[in-house]
């Protein structure tokens, strides 16, 4: 893919990214927001439509998600790299490299998701029996994987292309891009549970193909928005020579970046296994309350996200004392709303669960469930907030390490403990989930403070 701007495009888009590092965490973070609460929104009506249509389809696409949503990390190594290079790289105003990072991004992205989905498609009955889904949800959670998993080459390219769009400022493609998504989804599922499909009998199937469809459309209209709104290209001449360089600091500095994203996935892969082994009714209970509580950290994803791409170009221009500041007056403010809405959720859960099931063992075990989530918010944000600064100043190997370390030796261990050998079923496994998220936020926290990512800055390094 080739483009050429005119004169007068080139220079507008040269300002306006050269202009990042001084816009406002609330511009930036404001389409974010949106975006996620759309997304969260319709995920919701989503769920509600599938529960409807069956209930162990909800259980066997959550399985099925919670799965490709760990392979899919695969392209994050990439794709995280490539947003803290770019950043870094314009706030350094150094552009000589930015075509080979888009190109060498967007390239090994989709060769390795072709093997992705080729492991899947080889290992997803092993997998699924791995995970110890319940034998109802088996035939739901196949059909989804095998569609969904085949295309994952779709997911990569989005992911990737949405780096690209935040570390150049550009959080408004994003929100158009998962807007028009979503929406697509949604009619894509209502023609196929309810609508003029429905005689297909395809169910599970069916949803499974609006979801391949409405990413297609999704990456097509990524395409578009970089060829005319990115200053930069993506060709296969800038792979000639083959970059190696550019790949292997890419590998370099996405993979610990990744690695605690990929540690935490594994940790919950780990967790639902636990709680596939108790029943049923603990496999929803956990869908509706991880659907809910999301609305907690909203706010915080968000703020997280514009306060990284800023963060990114402060340290690429070396202005760490206002990349420091910037973080702990985001950090506070995040605390506070995702508490505040934390709380609200526990109040109104018995409502709120009711709007997905009528069972009344699910509605008080939720209500449980969300009242942990109090405590477990307060780690949680500030882990979003610090994390995301930590991994645009450069610092991405510590992140990782604790990760590593917390999830393991906190979540998975006393999920565990708690949850199976101490029958505190799924209250213990929350329980166990917010001890990891709270002791972590302390640490990045006083990380943060100290100031050792001051010197990891990653352009010097390339």
């Given at each position: 893919?080739?483009?050429?701007?005119?004169?007068?495009?080139?220079?507008?888009?040269?300002?306006?990214?050269?202009?990042?590092?001084?816009?406002?965490?609330?511009?930036?973070?404001?389409p974010?927001?949106?975006?996620?609460l759309?997304s969260?929104?319709?995920?919701?009506?989503d769920?509600?439509?599938?529960?409807?249509?069956?209930?162990?389809?909800?259980?066997?696409?959550?399985?099925?998600?919670?799965?490709?949503?760990f392979l899919?990390?695969?392209f994050?190594i990439?794709?995280?790299?490539?947003?803290?290079?770019?950043a870094?790289?314009?706030?350094?105003?150094?552009?000589?490299?930015l075509?080979?990072?888009?190109t060498?991004?967007v390239?090994?992205n989709?060769?390795?998701s072709?093997?992705v989905?080729?492991?899947?498609?080889?290992?997803?009955n092993f997998i699924?029996k791995l995970m110890?889904v319940?034998?109802?949800?088996?035939p739901?959670?196949?059909?989804?994987?095998?569609i969904?998993?085949?295309?994952?080459?779709?997911?990569?390219?989005?992911d990737?292309?949405?780096?690209?769009?935040?570390?150049?400022?550009?959080?408004?493609?994003?929100m158009?891009?998962?807007?028009s998504m979503?929406?697509?989804?949604?009619?894509?599922?209502?023609?196929?549970?309810?609508?003029?499909?429905k005689?297909l009998g395809l169910?599970t199937?069916?949803?499974?193909?609006?979801?391949?469809?409405?990413?297609?459309?999704?990456?097509?209209?990524?395409?578009?928005y970089f060829?005319?709104?990115?200053?930069?290209?993506?060709?296969?001449?800038y792979?000639?020579?083959?970059p190696k360089d550019i790949?292997?600091?890419?590998?370099?500095?996405g993979?610990?970046?990744?690695?605690?994203?990929?540690?935490y996935?594994?940790?919950?892969l780990?967790?639902?296994g636990?709680?596939?082994?108790?029943?049923?009714?603990?496999?929803?209970?956990r869908?509706?309350a991880?659907?809910?509580s999301?609305?907690a950290?909203?706010?915080s994803?968000?703020?997280a996200?514009?306060?990284?791409?800023?963060v990114g170009?402060?340290?690429?221009?070396?202005?760490?004392d206002k990349?420091?500041?910037?973080?702990l007056?985001?950090?506070?403010?995040?605390v506070?709303?995702a508490?505040?809405?934390?709380i609200?959720g526990?109040?109104?859960?018995?409502?709120?669960f009711g709007?997905?099931?009528d069972?009344?063992d699910?509605?008080k075990?939720g209500?449980?469930v969300?009242?942990i989530?109090?405590?477990l918010?307060?780690?949680?944000?500030?882990?979003?907030?610090?994390?995301?600064?930590?991994?645009?100043?450069?610092?991405?190997?510590?992140?990782?390490?604790?990760g590593?370390a917390?999830?393991?030796?906190?979540?998975v261990?006393?999920?565990?403990i708690?949850?199976?050998?101490?029958h505190?079923?799924?209250i213990?496994?929350?329980i166990a989930m917010?001890?990891?998220?709270l002791l972590?936020?302390i640490?990045v926290?006083i990380?943060?403070?100290?100031?050792?990512?001051?010197?990891?800055?990653?352009?010097?390094?390339?």
């Amino acid at each position: 893919m080739y483009k050429k701007f005119n004169k007068r495009e080139n220079i507008v888009n040269k300002k306006e990214t050269n202009s990042v590092q001084n816009m406002s965490t609330f511009k930036l973070g404001w389409p974010i927001f949106v975006q996620a609460l759309l997304s969260m929104c319709l995920g919701y009506i989503d769920t509600l439509m599938i529960s409807n249509h069956s209930p162990n389809a909800v259980g066997g696409i959550g399985n099925a998600n919670q799965i490709l949503g760990f392979l899919t990390l695969a392209f994050s190594i990439i794709s995280t790299a490539s947003g803290v290079v770019v950043a870094q790289y314009i706030g350094a105003k150094v552009k000589e490299k930015l075509n080979e990072i888009y190109t060498v991004a967007v390239i090994f992205n989709l060769a390795l998701s072709v093997g992705v989905s080729a492991i899947l498609f080889l290992l997803h009955n092993f997998i699924i029996k791995l995970m110890h889904v319940p034998e109802e949800m088996v035939p739901s959670a196949r059909d989804y994987m095998l569609i969904v998993g085949g295309l994952l080459f779709l997911q990569a390219t989005l992911d990737t292309f949405s780096q690209f769009f935040r570390s150049n400022g550009k959080t408004k493609i994003g929100m158009m891009i998962s807007l028009s998504m979503n929406l697509i989804n949604i009619v894509g599922n209502y023609c196929f549970l309810y609508g003029p499909l429905k005689f297909l009998g395809l169910s599970t199937k069916g949803v499974a193909i609006s979801t391949v469809f409405s990413r297609a459309v999704a990456v097509i209209m990524a395409i578009i928005y970089f060829i005319k709104y990115i200053d930069g290209n993506i060709s296969i001449k800038y792979l000639k020579p083959f970059p190696k360089d550019i790949l292997k600091k890419l590998i370099l500095v996405g993979l610990p970046a990744a690695g605690e994203n990929i540690s935490y996935n594994i940790a919950q892969l780990v967790i639902l296994g636990f709680i596939n082994s108790l029943s049923a009714l603990a496999v929803n209970t956990r869908i509706y309350a991880n659907i809910l509580s999301s609305f907690a950290y909203l706010f915080s994803v968000s703020a997280a996200m514009a306060t990284s791409i800023i963060v990114g170009h402060e340290v690429g221009a070396k202005e760490y004392d206002k990349a420091y500041k910037r973080v702990l007056s985001i950090w506070w403010k995040a605390v506070i709303i995702a508490e505040t809405i934390a709380i609200i959720g526990f109040f109104i859960s018995p409502f709120t669960f009711g709007i997905f099931t009528d069972n009344a063992d699910i509605i008080k075990l939720g209500s449980q469930v969300m009242f942990i989530c109090i405590f477990l918010e307060l780690g949680r944000s500030t882990n979003l907030v610090v994390i995301q600064s930590l991994r645009a100043a450069g610092d991405v190997r510590f992140p990782t390490y604790l990760g590593m370390a917390s999830m393991w030796g906190v979540s998975v261990l006393f999920s565990y403990i708690l949850g199976i050998a101490f029958h505190g079923g799924i209250i213990g496994i929350w329980i166990a989930m917010a001890m990891d998220e709270l002791l972590r936020g302390i640490i990045v926290i006083i990380r943060w403070i100290k100031g050792t990512w001051r010197d990891k800055r990653v352009v010097d390094d390339l």
